[in-house]
């Protein structure tokens, strides 16, 4: 059972992954367009704009995902290192809790938005909102998944998670 889960868990990590390159690929291509069609051509091309956008969106949504993978979010942790263990530990459970709730109201609340979304059409492509709104839903879901990955270990083992994150730490600097 956990090596399916490790299996399925690598494949989400792919697909963000992929995802996050094509979307930034394409955010590159659209503006370009953009740039050629206004500047070169004296014509705008609404499309490209508000593709973009919604690409942008989606990327940065997927991209903290990614970042908490790596732990690249800031954290402020100077004074409770310097705490006993105890309340290292309080804290640390206090955190994840208010973490996973947060991300869950979030995740649960812009599914209404989705929803909304599919009564109301962008203005240049006239697609259904709930497109570009379901970054939310699914940007979020995702970092839920990986911020659940990296505090758990923490939680359970606080010290092996202190040397794996030393390691890991040590291996991007190489």
Sequence with gaps: MIRLLRIVLLAVRRLADGLAL????????????????RYVFNYSIAWTEETATFAQVWLALI??????????????????????????????????????????????????LVAIGMMVKSSALRIPLAIPYSALPVGFGYFLLEFAIVSLPRLVRPAAADERAIEHQEDQAI
């Design 63 to 112: 991209g903290a995902g990614i970042a908490m993978r790596h732990s690249q979010h800031v954290g402020v942790d100077f004074l409770i290192l310097k705490a006993p263990a105890v309340v290292q530990r309080i804290v640390g459970v206090a955190a994840f809790a208010l973490g996973l709730w947060f991300l869950g109201v979030v995740v649960v609340g812009s599914l209404s």
């Design 22 to 37: 094509c979307l930034f690929a394409y955010m590159a291509f659209a503006i370009l367009i953009q740039i050629l069609g």
